[in-house]
């Protein structure tokens, strides 16, 4: 009873840290540059012993935890904005940003220009040039070329820092639709095409999600159940057996 009573409490705890992460997909299916994040389940052994085990005492004891999660890179659609500042990236790469934790790293190309008269994130964080340096923006018009050149005016502005990571890299989404990853593994995007008056949308599938949110929903109310039986038949063993031990006693 042990055993069953562990594994549904991890059942139920790793569907129900699960749920937050489906359910904060579908709170983002409109959020400009949000990647989805994916659940990663992996199973526990819970014994010690240093003697093979059976069949049946592995699957007892081993458990099911929520080992990690991984982010969708995969590539949003890019709506049309008409606004000069909102630029799209086609293809693989990440906009560099600094914030005052240090650089992270963004697809939302929502930008504007501060009263610094720097392009900024809807955050007010600095997005970098390729000289590792925020990038001027005074005046108008702005045009950037798919390169990521910036002009103001017809005059050189910057050049916008595009990076790009090896696949396998670890993503790890710290808000704003900010994401982290090692910043050593960083190199010059390729195959990324700026495109001005763009922003691409969350690639979140919403039909998915939402299916994805049921099913979990469901398991999580199952291991809810089998842990309130669990709890009943514990109780009744302890009514029925205490008495006999301090009768005996």
């Known amino acids: 009873m042990d055993s069953g009573f562990y594994a549904a409490c991890t059942a139920f705890l790793a569907r129900s840290q699960a749920l937050d992460m489906v359910a904060n997909n579908l709170a983002n299916t409109n959020t400009p540059g949000y990647r989805a994040g994916h659940n990663v389940f992996r199973s526990l052994l819970a014994t010690s012993s240093p003697f093979p085990i059976s069949n049946l005492n592995y699957a007892v ?18 709506e049309k904005t008409g606004n000069d500042l909102d630029l799209g990236i086609q293809g693989s790469g ?6 005052a934790s240090g650089k992270v790293f963004t697809r939302n190309g929502s930008f504007h220009v501060s009263g610094k008269g720097q392009l900024v994130t809807t955050a007010g964080d600095a997005v970098l040039g390729d ?22 005016n017809g ?5 916008l820092k595009i990076v790009d ?15 982290s990853a090692p910043e050593s593994s960083a190199i010059p995007a390729s195959q990324a095409s700026i495109v001005q008056g763009t922003l691409e949308n969350s690639n979140v599938n919403p039909m998915a999600s939402a299916v994805e949110l049921v099913t979990v929903q469901r398991y999580a ?3 809810q159940r089998a842990l309130s039986m669990f709890q009943t038949d514990m109780n009744q063993v302890a009514a029925q057996e205490l008495p006999r031990v301090t009768n005996n006693g």
Not at 141 to 150: K, W
């Open 131 to 152: 000289n590792n340096k925020p990038i001027p923006v005074v005046g108008a018009p702005v045009s950037v070329s798919p390169d990521g050149t910036i002009s103001v």
């Open 94 to 99: 990440f906009f560099v940003v600094q914030t």
């Open 155 to 159: 005059a050189l502005a910057g050049k």
């Open 61 to 78: 004891n081993n458990y099911s935890v929520l080992g990690s999660s991984e982010i969708d890179l995969s590539q949003g659609n890019l």
């Open 165 to 179: 990571f090896p696949p396998g890299t670890h993503f790890e989404s710290i808000g704003n639709t900010y994401y």
């Open 221 to 223: 109310e199952l291991m």
